[in-house]
């Protein structure tokens, strides 16, 4: 039987050791980039199961712009993606976290903030609200998050609920 695939990304050799401790320990097959160029290479040659990105790597925005390649690219829509970030991740309960990350965008509280990480506890939906260089608000949907520093007790839990869920939309 094949080993599901897990690419992750990063920029820090200590994360992707500790990522591969873990993941490699859970029976997954891991493989690593250092930036986006490297990620997008190994993803289209190598065709993962799932990608696991850090945020900053290259520029401060690299992981949120791959993931975004990851929607945009047909040979790599398929792959879930789960973002790796110390931001704090802003939870809701309605479906549609695009339209609530406008909400945000719109309220004084949180009006200028540069990146607006959200999930919706019931459905697991989630997406990234961010700023481009330029000031427009880009919107990038993605399949979860995992807090920096890695935590195996909150990795394994986040990244079999994305596989399972992928697995699901793949037979249906």
């Keep these: 039987m094949k080993k599901t695939k897990i690419l992750v990304v990063d920029d820090d050799i200590d994360v992707i050791t500790v990522l591969e401790q873990i993941l490699t320990h859970e029976g997954y097959e891991v493989i690593s980039a250092f930036n986006k160029k490297e990620g997008i290479?190994?993803?289209?040659?190598?065709?993962?199961?799932?990608?696991?990105?850090?945020?900053?790597?290259?520029?401060?925005?690299?992981?949120?712009?791959?993931?975004?390649?990851?929607?945009?690219?047909?040979?790599?829509?398929?792959?879930?993606?789960?973002?790796?970030?110390?931001?704090?991740?802003?939870?809701?309960?309605?479906?549609?976290?695009q339209a609530m990350a406008r909400e945000f965008r719109n309220d004084p509280n949180y009006k200028e903030l540069q990146v607006i990480l959200i999930r919706d506890i019931v459905t697991g939906n989630s997406g990234i609200d961010y700023r481009a260089e330029d000031g427009r608000s880009v919107w990038v949907p993605v399949d979860?998050?995992?807090?920096?520093?890695?935590?195996?007790?909150?990795?394994?839990?986040?990244?079999?609920?994305?596989?399972?869920?992928?697995?699901?939309?793949?037979?249906?």
């Design 144 to 172: 979860g998050f995992i807090r920096k520093p890695v935590d195996r007790s909150r990795v394994i839990p986040e990244v079999e609920r994305i596989l399972n869920k992928n697995s699901e939309k793949l037979k249906a």
């Design 41 to 97: 290479e190994l993803a289209l040659n190598e065709n993962p199961d799932l990608a696991i990105l850090d945020v900053m790597m290259t520029t401060h925005y690299e992981g949120f712009e791959m993931a975004r390649e990851f929607v945009d690219n047909p040979k790599l829509r398929h792959i879930p993606t789960l973002m790796e970030t110390s931001i704090e991740v802003l939870m809701t309960t309605k479906p549609s976290v």
